[in-house]
């Protein structure tokens, strides 16, 4: 028999109650007021509610009136319980897709939506509905399904109650629906589940994990961002079927994956539940890497990434790429790993530069186990090349300056925050300090070469026939002069050229010069002709 009741009036606080997600009411009466809320809202038929809701609404109604048992599903009702606002309004019915089509163009200003998405859609027994105002609308036909290796397999067959399709979502805070007057239809626990702040599966999490292993994730994730515990006998079945996750599409995975490893924990259940090991060969001996304790008090290269992300995860403005450069950014370690007998401990040099590397040749969408974007793997690669020695010891302006103004480098400070995880390099003070030197030298860069402004046009030509150039001597001799130019050591373009034409610098090898040993001594020689 289902559980059905009123939607409950919550204690968020000490004296402060909430009906669902709306205003919290605190002091006295603060029940009574958060009470009788609920009841307005339920019976003008939410039209107090956002304009999200409010559409979703006026769909519910017309399938309902139209004699289709409809109910808002899964994430709307467990966000709603928890107090949270929604981020979307999907819909569980009894109707057809060709029903709810029907009912659709019966309402003036809502569009089903057809062609190759709608079709896609239908094929899970999903129906795309465009509102007047708002988001798309998810109305799925009750189902029972079983899924393929991506959600495109979905072998979708239609339920004849809710109940039935609650039976088959993945967990129990995900498996309740919730009607126009605010009743709760919650056969599986999950509003209970929710108070005890547990993530669980629906029935034998074996047979849920096996039908779509991104279960397994997707729990790890509610159980990370909610500060949730995971239900044992859920926990000990992803770490038994930890290796279905090779199942998947490497879409799906990025795409879950990503969203745990922004939030605290992300990381260490990810690890220990065998899912990051399993994908990346790279992370399934951390354990034994162990670092020189004078730069690494933590030790071990596993210890290291706990608190990373521990750090990391303190962020504000922390973003999804810069969990994932962060996940990347120690990940040649354990290639250049050389055992150190008499300190015990290992080094690594170089792991900065092939940890680059590595990430274009090993984790590209042709070989690796996620799907990313050209340009967001170079901007990984990128941010693991540069978050050791060119972020912190790096001194020549241009190249400091260079760094600075990349488009990147508000990703490359997320993953060297969580690198220093606050004590390492003198902590948060230190590379606080840093970026303000950074920033100082950028800054007059910027400035000198604002004053020059852009390079003159056919300036490069001129160069090259003046001075003979052939080869890698083009690209350097140019570099070369941006340099003199954007540090000071000359006024223009034309007198960096003639420094580099002296009779004063015609002594000296040019292969010196090219290399810049005397620009700076070429320059005042020639100030001073």
């Avoid at 103004?405 to 925050?417: G, I, R, S």
């Amino acid at each position: 028999m289902k559980e059905e009741r009123t939607l409950p009036v919550r204690k968020v606080s000490d004296n402060c109650y909430q009906w669902g997600n709306q205003k919290v009411y605190c002091g006295k009466d603060a029940k009574k007021k958060a009470t009788l809320q609920g009841i307005a809202i339920r019976n003008t038929g939410w039209k107090e509610a956002e304009s999200e809701k409010e559409s979703a609404s006026v769909l519910v109604e017309a399938l309902e009136e139209n004699g289709f048992q409809t109910l808002f599903v899964g994430g709307v009702v467990r966000d709603m319980l928890m107090g949270l606002e929604p981020k979307d309004y999907d819909l569980g019915t009894s109707a057809t897709p060709e029903e709810v089509a029907n009912v659709v163009n019966g309402l003036e200003g809502y569009k089903y939506i057809f062609g190759p998405e709608g079709e896609r859609a239908k094929r899970a027994l999903t129906s795309l509905v465009k509102p007047p105002e708002g988001e798309v609308i998810e109305v799925t036909t009750f189902r029972k399904e079983m899924y393929g290796k991506d959600r495109s397999d979905i072998d979708a067959i239609p339920a004849k109650t809710f109940k039935e399709d609650a039976a088959r979502r993945d967990l129990t805070i995900n498996s309740m629906g919730m009607d126009l007057d605010g009743n709760i239809i919650d056969y599986f626990g999950g509003e209970k589940d929710i108070e005890s702040k547990i993530v669980k599966t629906v029935g034998n999490p074996d047979d849920r994990f096996k039908e779509d292993p991104l279960r397994m994730i997707r729990a790890i994730r509610f159980a990370v961002k909610y500060n949730f515990d995971i239900d044992p006998a859920t926990y000990a079945s992803i770490k038994r079927n930890h290796e279905l996750v090779n199942d998947l599409s490497s879409k799906r995975r990025r795409e879950e994956i990503g969203k745990v490893l922004y939030y605290p924990n992300g990381f260490t259940l990810l690890m220990e539940s065998g899912i990051l090991p399993t994908l990346m060969p790279e992370f399934r001996n951390m354990k034994d890497y162990h670092h020189k304790l004078d730069y690494h008090p933590e030790d071990t290269l596993y210890n290291h990434y706990i608190e990373a992300f521990k750090k990391f995860t303190t962020i504000p403005n922390r973003t999804e790429l810069g969990a994932w450069a962060l996940l990347f950014h120690d990940i040649a370690k354990p290639q250049t790993a050389v055992w150190n007998e008499e300190g015990k401990y290992h080094t690594f040099y170089g792991h900065d530069k092939q940890g680059g590397q590595l990430v274009l040749d090993n984790y590209n969408n042709t070989n690796g186990p996620f799907e990313f974007s050209k340009k967001e793997l170079q901007k990984i690669a990128w941010t693991t090349d540069n978050h050791l020695g060119k972020f912190w010891e790096m001194k020549k302006p241009m190249k400091v300056a260079a760094m600075r103004n990349n488009e990147n480098f508000p990703l490359l400070v997320q993953v060297v925050t969580g690198d220093t995880m606050g004590i390492r390099r003198g902590g948060d003070e230190e590379l606080q300090a840093r970026l303000e030197e950074i920033d100082k030298i950028t800054a007059e860069i910027n400035e000198k070469k604002e004053k020059v402004g852009n390079r003159p046009s056919g300036f490069a030509p001129k160069v090259i026939k003046e001075l003979g150039l052939k080869g890698k001597e083009i690209s350097e001799t140019l570099s070369k002069i941006e340099e003199m130019v954007s540090t000071g050591v000359v006024n223009s373009y034309d007198e960096a050229l003639g420094v580099l034409k002296s009779k004063n610098a015609e002594g000296v090898s040019y292969s010196l010069l090219k290399y810049g040993l005397i620009l700076g001594i070429g320059a005042i020689l020639y100030k001073n002709l």
